[in-house]
């Protein structure tokens, strides 16, 4: 039995993998590397088209954010460090900007989405017909120019009689006892800014929230129907929860819409009457182009994109983790 042994020991072991050979490992690297350059020149337009017109800009404007930056050929533009941010927080007119982009996303977010949803939800019922031509009507807003929609606003708010708000609200119906000076007085004119920019824009969330609608399986609502659920426990049970992902992803695009509300500003009130209805975006057009102080409104412009970024950061997770069922 002793020289059993042996013989088995040398038996060949045929369950052993081959080692791969280095030439298999060569081959996949050349492969890789053969399909990159097939792929690169197509991809290269879009990767120049991104160094030039977004991260070079970024960086080129946090730089200027550190600088009493000049746009004269040859001027020296002195680093300056953090003055521009201190000069932001003692500016009076910089408080008025904040406060309003606030508001702005405070008033408008909530009465976008909740619209937003209820006209999905409203297009969306099995018995409304021409479902495409409501959804063509509510995305209307979107594609039209903003200077088109902003002189419509603008006559529709316009001073005195000769505005057809005024004049249906006191002349027609006599709701008021005077016309009012919609865009001459802080607050009117920021709730004509604020009709302004849910009418552009609550479109889009219909459009959104009427795909994800359509997305949801029928099964589901036939399921809570046999288990006894009416149509309002549909609603919150069935519903609300599945559209918890695409909600997230609407409320950031709207809070992100919000802080960048400059054509209804600019073309309705140009930050009027007195800076009162100015915001962060109009502000840091009229340093830079008015005041010429890019280094300054470069630091406005940093600030502002570091909010944004960090409001859409704390959602990224949320977005990624949650799915439809």
Excluded: C
């Amino acid at each position: 039995m002793a020289s059993v042994k042996p013989a088995l020991n040398n038996a060949p072991k045929y369950n052993q993998q081959p080692n791969p050979k280095p030439e298999g490992k060569k081959s996949a690297i050349t492969k890789g590397i053969k399909q990159w350059g097939e792929v690169f020149p197509f991809i290269m337009i879009g990767l120049i088209g991104a160094v030039v017109f977004v991260i070079y800009p970024l960086i080129k404007g946090v730089i200027m954010s550190f600088q009493d930056y000049s746009i004269i050929p040859g001027a020296e533009s002195p680093f300056v460090g953090l003055e521009n941010y201190k000069e932001a927080f003692r500016d009076e007119q910089f408080k008025y900007a904040v406060r309003n982009t606030l508001l702005n996303t405070v008033v408008t977010v909530p009465i976008n989405w909740f619209l937003g949803l209820v006209f999905a939800v409203l297009i969306n019922m099995h018995f409304i017909k021409y479902k495409i031509t409501f959804r063509t009507l509510y995305y209307l807003p979107i594609i039209t120019s903003w200077i088109v929609v902003a002189f419509l606003f603008r006559y529709l708010f316009a001073d005195g009689e000769n505005g057809l708000i005024n004049f249906l609200l006191h002349t027609k119906l006599g709701i008021i006892d005077e016309p009012i000076s919609w865009l001459q007085n802080q607050w009117t004119a920021m709730f004509v800014i604020w009709t302004f920019h849910i009418w552009k824009t609550v479109g889009w969330t219909v459009v959104i929230y009427l795909a994800a609608l359509q997305g949801i399986p029928k099964e589901l609502y036939e399921a809570a129907s046999i288990d006894g659920a009416n149509g309002l426990r549909l609603f919150r049970n069935v519903t609300i929860p599945l559209l918890g992902p695409v909600t997230i992803f609407v409320l950031i695009n709207l809070v992100i819409g919000a802080f960048n509300i400059f054509p209804q500003v600019y073309f309705i009130t140009n930050g009027g009457p007195i800076g009162q209805t100015e915001v962060l975006q109009s502000m840091i057009y009229k340093e830079a182009f008015n005041n010429f102080n890019f280094g300054y409104s470069s630091a406005l412009g940093v600030m502002m994109g570091l909010t944004i970024f960090f409001i859409t950061w704390t959602q990224q997770k949320k977005i990624g983790n949650q799915r439809y069922f």
